[in-house]
């Protein structure tokens, strides 16, 4: 939700800091917003220099105005806010444009349009009351609202500011310039064909540069605070993607509903079970930090097989690992992607003992693999917030207690002779497989055949 300000000190502190929360904002958020600034001040910079480029076109194609008999500063006044606007457009390039300068910038911005709207008394020879009429001055809205384009109104409300106490000088000095001659009227026909000053008339530009302002900082206020949530819901996303499977955490945060505990539909799939011989009573020799290297190396390659073969982990059991085939993705071979991944799991670690020997693990480092499948329910569970995004069927249950059989069938990947062969349908060829009918599986009540895939 935007931020609302609990009182007028927290809404003032936050027009000054720029934080619409108050509270302390995650590195990694701020840098992706000071990322999308830095960008802003570069877009603002081309665009105020289309501005002066425009203006300056504009300059020299139109017809010279009649009535000219001063010295002309509007073609200085462009060529130096020209060389300005350059060298702004370079620094932003180079570097995190500081709060003073982008301050010096507005001033700047302002007073090249002021002091060019003040030339025009001295190039007609008229009464500064003369350059009070003058349309330029909306030009003055350009300046506020480019400052939009970044997406902080404290920058819009001083770029308001600025630009309204520019304004007031220029009609205090209209006033003062010459007080036995000065003519101040009410009467609107006469300061619309003369060299008076209706001050009503100022007062209402007045108004309308700070009518605006507040409206554009008070609307960039609501945008900042969507902004920082905005950006902080995608870096939630971007690491919930590093708890989930990517295809995971896009059905969570793309979902068109939340997705609450019960949802769920039965797909095809396989599941793969992934376990490391004497894992426990190993790592109880071995200092934490030494286990943990080694966990994280052995998942890391294991991992990396397993998406090359289009599976999705489904979760980290310390050293175990569940592993689905289209069950978040359906897929038409995803049998054949599961054994083809138990062989290549297999061989990936088996090439890497080296590896395990030299972060401390003691002998070789030996894992059981097996793949069942059929029809599980792929859905959420979980209660009170707290949910988990898993399969539950058949196929969990055989291929959790096949993996367990490694250890009395003396194999290292086993998977049924149902999914061997829903898995050779699919494509799947491996002709130094072995049958083994009939075997008693613990924890099933039938006996299974079985298919050694290593």
């Not at 609107?188 to 209706?198: F, G, Q, R």
């Not at 001050?199 to 309308?208: H, L, P, Q, S, Y």
């Not at 294991?302 to 897929?331: R, S």
């Amino acid at each position: 939700m935007p931020y609302i300000p609990a009182s007028l000190r927290d809404f003032v502190v936050y027009i000054w800091t720029g934080d619409p929360h108050g509270e302390a904002v995650p590195a990694r958020v701020m840098a992706e917003i000071d990322r999308r600034e830095t960008a802003a001040e570069q877009t603002i910079s081309w665009a105020q220099l289309s501005i002066v480029g425009f203006l300056t076109l504009l300059y020299w194609i139109a017809p010279r105005a009649e009535g000219t008999a001063g010295e002309n500063f509007v073609p200085m006044t462009l060529a130096a806010y020209l060389v300005f606007t350059l060298f702004r457009v370079f620094l932003s390039y180079r570097m995190v444009l500081p709060g003073w300068y982008l301050m010096l910038s507005m001033v700047v911005d302002v007073s090249l349009l002021c002091g060019m709207i003040f030339s025009f008394h001295i190039q007609y020879q008229q009464p500064p009351a003369f350059y009070l009429k003058s349309p330029t001055m909306i030009y003055l809205f350009f300046f506020i609202a480019l400052r939009a384009l970044r997406f902080d109104p404290r920058y819009v409300f001083m770029s308001g500011l600025i630009a309204a106490s520019g304004w007031v000088l220029m009609v205090l000095y209209a006033l003062t310039y010459d007080m036995n001659n000065m003519h101040v009227t009410r009467n609107y026909v006469e300061y619309l064909t003369s060299n008076t000053i209706l001050i009503g008339a100022e007062i209402d530009k007045v108004i309308t540069i700070l009518g605006v302002t507040l409206i554009l900082t008070f609307a960039l206020f609501r945008a900042r605070s969507v902004l920082f949530d905005a950006i902080q819901s995608h870096a939630a996303a971007e690491d919930l993607s590093q708890f989930f499977a990517p295809e995971v955490a896009d059905l969570i945060t793309q979902s068109a509903e939340m997705p609450g505990a019960g949802q769920g539909e039965v797909r095809a799939a396989a599941i793969m079970f992934v376990d490391v011989r004497g894992f426990t009573k190993t790592a109880l020799t071995l200092p934490p930090e030494t286990v943990m290297r080694i966990l994280a190396h052995y998942q890391q390659i294991t991992l990396t097989e397993i998406e090359q073969h289009n599976g999705q982990i489904d979760k980290f059991m310390g050293d175990g690992i569940l592993v689905t085939f289209g069950a978040v993705q359906p897929g038409e071979t995803y049998a054949a992607d599961a054994l083809r991944a138990a062989s290549a799991v297999i061989a990936a670690l088996d090439a890497r003992q080296d590896d395990f020997v030299a972060l401390g693990w003691p002998g070789r480092f030996a894992t059981g693999v097996a793949v069942a499948s059929g029809d599980v329910t792929v859905g959420i569970v979980g209660s009170q917030g707290r949910y988990e995004f898993t399969v539950i069927g058949h196929a969990v249950n055989l291929a959790s207690k096949l993996e367990s059989a490694n250890k009395a069938q003396r194999t290292r990947a086993l998977t049924d002779a149902s999914t061997h062969s829903r898995a050779e349908a699919q494509g799947y060829v491996n002709p130094g497989v072995l049958r083994r009918d009939g075997e008693g599986v613990a924890g099933l009540a039938a006996p299974v055949d079985l298919v050694v895939l290593a």
